[in-house]
């Protein structure tokens, strides 16, 4: 069901397009409760739902200039929140195969020296795209996730806002988990040669 358009929606997005956050929350808003449901009717889950929600609005933040070229606000939202929950789907079956494997390989002949290998080659990949992510996320993902400050913390001592230190890290966890998934294969064949 088409979602009703905001009146001045092309006026709000043009705003989006030079960074005004509250055209951005207005939308946001707006938009919000219709697309979550999308999301959920999808995936019949509420937090995977709301991580589909906040990857779609934060696509729509990062198209900047391209924002005003949209044509159909709501067509794009179902169709970025489509995406991105066949994405996750696709991922979730992933790793439902991974378990299935690790499930049906484990025995009594596996031990903590394997888990130890597995857990260090999985850091290694973690720590190859942490060193991968730009200076200022890599700078705020380390204060944040390694050193355990709080984004207020981060934002007094970087001089920068504690919505860009919200914004880095959330930039920061996507690389990441891009950076995971297309290592994964590795991963798979890491748990499979230790667990055989």
């Known amino acids: 069901m088409a979602i009703p358009r905001l009146t001045h929606e092309k006026q ?6 030079r960074g005004d956050r509250h055209a951005f929350k207005e939308i946001y808003d707006h938009y919000y409760p219709h697309i979550y449901q999308f999301a959920f009717r999808l995936l ?17 933040w990062q198209q900047g200039d ?3 070229a949209i044509l159909n606000l709501d067509a794009w939202l179902h169709q970025v929140t489509r995406h991105h929950a066949i994405d996750l789907l696709r991922k979730s079956a992933v790793s439902a195969r991974v378990q299935a494997v690790i499930r049906d390989s484990y025995d009594d002949r596996h031990n903590e020296t394997e888990e130890s290998i597995l857990l260090n080659e999985t850091r290694k990949i973690l720590e190859e795209g942490i060193r991968q992510l730009p200076r200022q996320q890599h700078l705020v993902y380390q204060l944040c996730q390694q050193q355990g400050m709080k984004y207020e913390e981060v934002a007094t001592l970087l001089n920068i806002s504690h919505g860009t230190v919200q914004t880095h890290m959330k930039l920061a966890l ?3 988990r891009r950076y995971m998934q297309e290592h994964t294969d590795i991963a798979v064949l890491l748990i499979i040669l230790h667990l055989l």
């Open 12 to 17: 709000l997005l043009a705003e989006i397009a």
């Open 44 to 60: 019949q889950s509420r937090t995977l739902s709301q991580e589909v929600l906040q990857e779609t609005m934060l696509k729509l």
């Open 66 to 68: 391209r924002l005003p």
């Open 174 to 176: 996507k690389s990441l």
